[in-house]
């Protein structure tokens, strides 16, 4: 393994909020020297890093790997390395595969695939219900023994308040998060935002109050019971209040947020593209400025792509009948910087943190600073890169996204994980 000196970085410091200029020095899987002026030590590899932030490796906790069972749309290879070409050296992948991760045995075979892969970390996520079926509590002990650094039926919500109860109940000597995909099924049912597009276009909707409901029981069985509980993708206005409120009782509630709900309306799907299809759905502009002034305020936690790989077949098929989701890892770093750092909403050093440390708050994973003495997981990010998206030359199995042709105003440029350069531009 070389040695590697990074020169010249501005070297992000997540929780002072500050970049300054100084150099990395890594010796085999650890920093060990963070300094202005260092000199490159004989056979060691130097990365010019001129112009570019060094930031701690970036997570994303909500990703979709399909494996096992949808291995054509996406493999725990695929998937990683996709992650890495996007600048993250860890994902949480979600348990809705075929079948669902919700035994030890699944959780463990995730493990093993990931170690074979050798791409990214994979941090998996269990099913909260048995089959994800909403009825039974899967083997919560069992699956945090094999490693599950969390609990989700994502995909779906657990409807039923007394399952959802007693999922916080069994957790919460273990510590471990509960993810909530919020959509209150019977309020549910359609395929985009329900409001003025959905009217002019003849779609069944997805109302804003479908989420809003569920986040509101939530966050009620959270107050009486106790438990952490994360609400996954939130996209309403509604919702964001709910968890500041929450937030502001002291309550153990967290979230995240999406490219796709900040940067773009439900009025993207006006000539039907599936690839504007996911959920929750893209909602009006109302929502998207109150997911904006989350972000900007701090009750929204973390960045997420919610990376939902499928096939082209089956998302060339009519509106109605597509499957939800896009793929996005590979240029998340420059939509968020799009949506949130150009706008001036965000710092740079504000916007990382809420890829690195905040994601690895919830999961429950150490925070990596830049630091002497932490495992070298690192992305360099050219914050001025100006380039457009090209998927054509993506790592991802599928090529459901939006993006393509999209002007973004900065990128990941190199991946390194335990002091190994794992993907480079
Ligand atoms: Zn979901």
């Not at 079926?133 to 994502?154: H, I, K, N, P, Y």
């Not at 740079?348 to 630091?371: E, F, N, Q, S, Y």
Request: net charge negative; aromatic share 4%; with cysteine.
């Amino acid at each position: 393994m070389a040695d590697i000196l990074i020169q010249n970085g501005q070297v992000v410091d997540t929780v002072a909020g500050k970049l300054r200029k100084a150099d990395v020095r890594i010796r085999d899987k650890e920093i060990v020297e963070v300094k202005a002026g260092l000199a490159p030590a004989d056979g060691e590899q130097v990365i010019a890093a001129t112009g570019l932030l060094v930031s701690p490796g970036l997570v994303d906790i909500h990703v979709h790997l399909r494996e096992p069972g949808g291995e054509e749309k996406e493999t725990i290879l695929s998937g990683g390395q996709a992650a890495l070409a996007g600048g993250f050296t860890d994902v949480a992948c979600m348990p809705n595969t075929t079948p669902p991760l919700d035994t030890e045995t699944a959780i463990e075979s995730v493990y093993r695939q990931a170690l074979r892969a050798k791409a990214a970390r994979v941090w998996p996520v269990g099913a909260i219900t048995k089959g994800r079926a909403g009825a039974e509590l899967a083997e919560f002990a069992q699956m945090v023994r094999g490693g599950a650094v969390g609990f989700s039926d994502d995909g779906v919500g657990v409807a039923s308040s007394s399952v959802m109860a007693k999922a916080l109940r069994y957790l919460e000597p273990f510590g471990k998060v509960l993810i909530q995909h919020c959509e209150e099924p019977t309020l549910g049912g359609g395929c985009m935002h329900s409001g003025y597009h959905s009217t002019r276009l003849g779609l069944p909707g997805l109302p804003a109050l479908a989420e809003e409901i569920m986040i509101a029981r939530d966050i009620e069985l959270v107050r009486s019971i106790g438990g952490r509980y994360h609400v996954a993708h939130i996209s309403t206005k509604r919702g964001v209040e709910l968890v500041r409120q929450a937030r502001a009782e002291g309550l153990a509630v967290t979230t995240e947020v999406c490219p796709h709900h900040l940067l773009l309306t439900d009025e993207a799907i006006s000539d039907y593209d599936t690839n504007f299809k996911m959920s929750p759905p893209l909602r009006s502009q109302d929502h998207v400025a109150a997911l904006i002034a989350g972000v900007r305020d701090g009750t929204v936690d973390c960045l997420v792509t919610d990376h939902a790989p499928h096939r082209a077949e089956e998302k060339e098929i009519e509106f109605v009948a597509a499957p939800m989701g896009i793929i996005g890892l590979e240029c998340a770093v420059g939509l968020f910087a799009k949506a949130l750092v150009e706008p001036g909403h965000l710092s740079w050093p504000k916007m990382l943190r809420m890829m690195t440390d905040a994601p690895r708050d919830v999961i429950g994973r150490p925070r990596v600073a830049v630091a002497p003495g932490n495992s070298a997981d690192l992305t360099l990010i050219d914050p001025e890169a100006d380039y457009t998206v090209d998927i054509t030359g993506w790592k991802s199995k599928s090529r459901n996204c939006p993006y393509h042709g999209w002007k973004l105003p900065a990128r990941a440029v190199a991946t390194i994980l335990e002091g190994k350069v794992k993907w480079e531009l």
